[in-house]
C-alpha cells in the first residue's frame, strides 16, 4: 500500500469557506504533486515541489496555493471556494532521480454547492 | 500540448481474454509510464519504460515503445474481473521531471 495520505477522503463546503487539502508521504520524497481530475477526465498538473521551500505552478491555471515547510507535507488550500472547484485533487510524490514512476494517494473528492 | 491520448477510450472484454490499449504522444521522451485508476481512487504505478527500451514486461503486462511513431501499447494478457479500471499513459515531454497525463481507457472486464 502506497505510503502517501490525503485528508480528508470527501469534503462538501460552501461557497466562499477556505479550505486546506492535506497530503503526507512518509518515503522521504523530494517531489510532490498535486493534480486535479474531474471524473472520467485526464489529469491535470496545479502545483509541484521540487523540495523544501520550493514550489511552482503546473499548466493548469489553479485559483488554489500550496505550501512545501516540511519534506512529508504539501497542502493545498484555497482561499475562497468556489463551485468550479468541484473536482477531485490526487497529491503524488516521486524520487529525486529519473526514471521513478508517481506514488499517488487515495485523493480528496471536493464539492463545493 | 505533450498529453498523451489513450485509444480505445473504452473497452469491454471477456475474463481470459488480451487487452490491448495504445497510448500516442507528441514530442520527444526520456520515459512513459502506465498507470492504473480504480473507479474514485488515486492511480497505482504499473511499468516504466524509457526512451531506448523497446519492450518491457512485469507479470502479466507487456509495454511496447516506439519512439519512431511516439508510441506505446499495453498489453494484459488473461485477464481478470479484478483489471477492471480506467488506464493512464503519462509522458515526461524529455524533461525527466513532470508528467502529462493522458485521457486514459477505461476497460471492463466482465466475467
Known amino acids: 500500500e502506497a505510503d502517501i495520505y490525503q485528508t480528508p477522503r470527501y469534503l462538501v463546503i460552501g461557497t466562499g469557506k477556505k479550505i486546506t487539502l492535506e497530503c503526507s508521504q512518509t518515503?522521504?520524497?523530494?517531489?510532490m504533486y498535486w493534480y486535479q481530475q474531474d471524473p472520467g477526465m485526464e489529469l491535470h498538473l496545479i502545483h509541484y515541489?521540487?523540495?523544501?521551500?520550493?514550489?511552482e505552478k503546473g499548466d493548469l491555471s489553479s485559483e488554489s496555493t500550496v505550501s512545501r515547510i516540511r519534506t512529508e507535507h504539501f497542502p493545498l488550500t484555497l482561499e475562497s471556494a468556489r463551485p468550479s472547484h468541484t473536482s477531485q485533487y490526487l497529491c503524488?510524490?516521486?524520487?529525486?532521480?529519473?526514471?521513478?514512476?508517481?506514488?499517488f494517494g487515495s485523493g480528496t473528492r471536493l464539492t463545493v454547492v | 500540448s505533450q498529453q498523451g491520448e489513450e485509444d480505445p477510450q473504452a473497452l469491454s472484454i471477456q475474463e481470459g481474454e488480451n487487452a490491448t490499449m495504445n497510448c500516442s504522444y507528441k514530442?520527444?521522451?526520456?520515459?512513459l509510464q502506465w498507470y492504473r485508476q480504480n473507479s474514485g481512487r488515486g492511480l497505482v504505478h504499473l511499468i516504466l519504460?524509457?526512451?531506448?527500451?523497446r519492450e518491457k514486461h512485469s507479470g502479466r503486462l507487456r509495454v511496447t515503445l516506439d519512439t519512431s511513431k511516439k508510441s506505446s501499447s499495453l498489453l494484459i494478457t488473461a485477464s481478470r474481473a479484478a483489471d477492471t479500471a480506467s488506464y493512464f499513459c503519462?509522458?515526461?515531454?524529455?524533461?525527466?521531471?513532470?508528467?502529462?497525463f493522458g485521457t486514459g481507457t477505461s476497460l471492463t472486464v466482465i466475467p
Open positions: 503524488a510524490s516521486s524520487e529525486s532521480l529519473q526514471g521513478y514512476g508517481y506514488t
Open positions: 518515503m522521504g520524497h523530494d517531489k
Open positions: 515541489s521540487y523540495g523544501v521551500n520550493s514550489t
Open positions: 514530442t520527444s521522451i526520456n520515459n
Open positions: 519504460i524509457r526512451s531506448n527500451e
Open positions: 503519462a509522458t515526461d515531454a524529455g524533461t525527466g521531471n513532470q508528467f502529462y
